[in-house]
């Protein structure tokens, strides 16, 4: 079955290179996100986990865990750090899951149930491990996204997005396209005028249905 927003994501016992974790307790009280590699040493990938290492102080600063995933094993992920840190120029200090077996992959919806490893596979046999997932401290998917094996991701749209997750969570708004930490928010079409005007203060009406604020100090 698929894992749609919202869903809970599964409580699935996992290996990583430091060590076995449950994903329930792994999230905790936190927000979270999942970056899922088709295989270590591969150049794209490389790259992109030189990013997140790079973001370490990001992801604290956001009371994020970043946890990644690979299908490839324990050994493999601690040589593969050394590549990292290397590109990134930063520790990467977070966990790296062996999904040897598939497991999560599979439960997280990125590949079908019939899905398998063969002898000398190579990226492309699990070409669409290539996502990101933010998970909210409820446990819930709150945002996934999947990439080519040809693309890297921008990192500055998975924070953004982050950004956006959290704000619209803590402060009950929406965000509008591009936004950013600072720009005006989106008052739901549930919250009367009068709610509004005590909650924002002043508010702009663009249409009957798309009223626009600043957050509160």
Sequence with gaps: MSLRINDTIPDLTVE???GTISLHDFVGDSWAILFSHPKDFTPVCTTEFGAVAQLSEEWAKRGTKV???SVDGVEDHKKWKADIEAVGGAKAGFPIVADTDLTLSKAFDMLPAEAYLPDGRTPADSATVRSVFIIGPDKKLKLSMTYPMTVGRNFAEVLRALDG???????GVATPANWNVGDDVIIPTSVSDAEATSKFGKFTTVLPYLRMAKLPN
């Design 16 to 18: 990583t290179d430091q």
């Design 165 to 171: 997750l959290q704000t619209s969570a803590g402060q």
């Design 67 to 69: 946890l990644g995933i």
